[in-house]
């Protein structure tokens, strides 16, 4: 058993990993997508946080939270989600199953932990920033991070933080170097 305990900080900011089981690529599908998107709020409407950045890929997500000032229980919001998450998305599953066929036991959604991660001062935001909207092209799934629609750094391009062209590979831009904050944060076992 490990001894790892998580680092809870009261208006704390938090960089977040949430996996699916055996890494299911159910966010391909708009349904769950949509579910998760209700479940958060749904989430954030009882007890309140602040998404600063977040990308959605088919198998996992990556966000930065930021904690009220009297409360640091990102563990209970988290539960609360892909509790609310897998309930809705297990409901949409049935459904959509053909009633001559037996149904199966539900199979988990979710991995069972999650990775957090403190934010420690402003570069170590921006790292995580960068990695978050890079993440699409880091996985392959896009050739540059402007091409993928979940993820906000369309909000963070549209506010000037990032250019449209942001290592951008169209064209023949990019030189297809790894960049640093991708090794720096590889480096912090994220």
Known sequence: MSDYKRLYRKHGTYFFTVVTYKRKKI???????????????????????????????????????QMPENDDNFSLRWNM??????????????????AARPTKKNEPVWQPRFWEHLIRDREDFENHMKYI????????????PHLWS??????WAKQGVYKNDWYCKCNN????????????????GE
């Not at 989600?81 to 053909?98: D, V």
């Not at 909207?133 to 540059?144: I, R, S």
């Not at 979940?150 to 909000?155: G, I, V």
Request: proline share 4%; aromatic share 10%.
């Open 133 to 144: 909207h890079y993440n699409p092209a880091k996985h392959g799934l896009v050739t540059c």
């Open 173 to 188: 831009k990019d030189s297809g170097a790894v960049p640093d904050f991708i090794e720096k944060i590889s480096q912090a």
């Open 27 to 65: 966010f391909s599908n708009e349904q769950a997508r949509k579910l998760l998107r209700e479940s958060i709020q749904w989430v954030n409407s009882r007890h309140p946080f602040e998404t600063i950045g977040m990308v959605l890929l088919p198998d996992h997500l990556h966000c930065i939270w």
């Open 81 to 98: 989600i892909k509790r609310r998450f897998t309930i809705h998305w297990n409901q949409y599953k049935n459904c959509r199953a053909e």
């Open 150 to 155: 979940h993820s906000t750094f369309h909000k």
